[in-house]
Nanobody, 125 residues
Framework: VQLQASGGGLVQDGGSLRLSCAAS????????VGWFRQAPGKEREFVAA????????YYSDSVKGRFTISRDHAKKTVYLQMNSLKPEDTAIYYC???????????????????WGQGTLVTVSS
């Protein structure tokens, strides 16, 4: 399966962006999807994840209350709505698929088997 992440860009402190993660196959709907990010010089870190059904959702403490993850099975797409962006949110954002834990509860990079190419989010102060 191929994943295409898009929607990144340059935004001012306090602004909003919506990222999309589009899949090439309908089997995407059977798997959990996570968003991770990697800032320069740092390791990739968990941001949010959604179960295959969309009913179980998880967020890192740093984005809880500001970001919202959702999915549209018909469009084979998972979204990450990012509000109240901060300069520390600047990173390349990646979406990944966890085929083994469809509940979406994993926060480990190594638990995700497929990754998109990433989309750059830059928040200016």
């Amino acid at each position: 399966v191929q994943l295409q992440a898009s929607g990144g860009g340059l935004v001012q402190d306090g602004g909003s962006l919506r990222l999309s993660c589009a899949a090439s196959e309908h089997t995407f709907s059977a798997w959990a999807v996570g968003w991770f990010r990697q800032a320069p010089g740092k390791e990739r870190e968990f941001v949010a994840a959604v179960s295959w059904s969309g009913t179980s959702i998880y967020y890192s403490d740093s984005v809880k209350g500001r970001f919202t993850i959702s999915r549209d099975h018909a469009k084979k797409t998972v979204y990450l709505q990012m509000n109240s962006l901060k300069p520390e949110d600047t990173a390349i954002y990646y979406c990944g698929i966890d085929r083994l834990n469809i509940l979406g509860s994993s926060r480990k990079v190594s638990d995700y088997q497929y990754w998109g190419q990433g989309t750059l989010v830059t928040v200016s102060s």
